[in-house]
């Protein structure tokens, strides 16, 4: 968008991801969600708690596991916010984790949520989107790409009933249509594919130049 306004043809090449290595899809537990990513303040972590909050009312037994480092600092805080929500057995800070321990992460949870603000692209995302996670995620210009074509949902996460209510009735739905779109957005990203897209500018470059 930025460079279309100075130049009449301009063509988007998204970030990649690799695929190979993720395990296949298992049957998930509904009431199981996973954050991956920074705890850094454009993520809103401290939303996410919240809303979390307002579904103990709806889904009593779920648990969500905040996978990721702390940045800023924000650690201790989320800690108490979360204490003072009630939520020290239902949200588990987990800290940063390695390659094989994110996997196993994703393996056992049956969505990923991001209420974040900002994101200039999103491959933890992509990646449980990858291994069939469903993405309940903020509304924003790269979340609205990622689950382009139905491979997820957008909440108002600013809203904490509102996007619990959203969420309750997402998790008692029939979800494969969801999951499996997910999974094709993901494969769009598959560094494979990229580099076919990124060798193929290239090509068309070299075929001008030579004209």
Same mark, same amino acid.
């Given at each position: 968008e930025l460079f279309s306004q100075v130049a009449g043809r301009v063509e988007y090449v998204p970030n990649g991801i690799s695929l190979e290595g993720?395990?296949?899809?298992?049957?998930?537990? !509904? +009431?199981?969600?996973?954050?991956?990513g920074?705890?850094?303040r454009n993520k809103r972590v401290e939303r996410?708690?919240?809303?979390f909050s307002s579904l103990r009312a709806l889904i009593p037994d779920f648990r969500?596991?905040?996978?990721?480092?702390?940045?800023?600092?924000?650690l201790p805080g989320l800690r108490t916010r979360a204490r003072e929500l009630g939520l020290e057995e239902r =949200?588990?800070? =987990? !800290?940063?984790?390695d390659r094989e321990g994110l996997l196993g992460y994703y393996s056992r949870a049956g969505f990923i949520v991001s209420a974040s603000e900002y994101e200039g692209f999103g491959i933890s995302i992509l990646e449980g989107m990858a291994m069939g996670l469903v993405p309940l995620l903020s509304d924003i210009r790269a979340h609205r790409d990622l689950v382009e074509g139905g491979g997820g949902f957008l909440l108002?996460?600013?809203?904490?009933? +509102? /996007? /619990?209510? /959203?969420i309750a009735s997402?998790? =008692?739905q029939d979800l494969a249509g969801v999951r499996a779109r997910a999974r094709a957005r993901a494969e769009e990203h598959d560094?494979?594919?990229i580099v076919k897209r990124v060798e193929n500018i290239y090509q068309g470059a070299l075929s001008k130049s030579e004209g």
């Open positions: 993720l395990p296949p899809r298992r049957q998930r537990d !509904g +009431g199981t969600f996973l954050y991956v920074r705890l850094s996410l708690l919240e809303v969500l596991y905040i996978v990721g480092g702390d940045f800023e600092g924000l =949200v588990e800070f =987990v !800290g940063e984790k108002d996460y600013s809203d904490p009933e +509102g /996007a /619990a209510r /959203a997402i998790v =008692v560094w494979r594919e």
